[in-house]
């Protein structure tokens, strides 16, 4: 059977505010939640699953940029 969270279960499960959980939605950090009337409800195993972190794998050109002056060789 499929569990779904109101947002004030879902702020509790992610240990913010409400708001925040509203502020994570306008950002797209959180999956589409079904609407029903003016309820807003998320399956929980959907937003578990899309919390999950996810592998970075670096590679040389997304690596950081060193900005500024070079620094003087050490001798």
């Known amino acids: ?3 779904y969270l109101t947002k004030d279960e879902l702020a509790l499960m992610l240990r913010v505010s409400v708001r925040t959980v509203s502020t994570y ?3 797209g ?3 589409q939640p079904l609407q029903l009337g ?3 409800l998320w ?3 959907a937003v578990v699953q899309f919390i ?3 592998p970075i794998f670096a590679t040389r050109a ?3 940029v060193k900005r ?3 620094r003087k060789a050490m001798r």
């Open 1 to 3: 059977m499929t569990k």
């Open 25 to 27: 939605m306008k950002q």
């Open 29 to 31: 950090l959180l999956p």
């Open 38 to 40: 003016r309820k807003l």
């Open 43 to 45: 399956e929980e195993s």
């Open 52 to 54: 999950q972190p996810k």
């Open 62 to 64: 997304d690596a950081p």
């Open 68 to 70: 500024g002056r070079p």
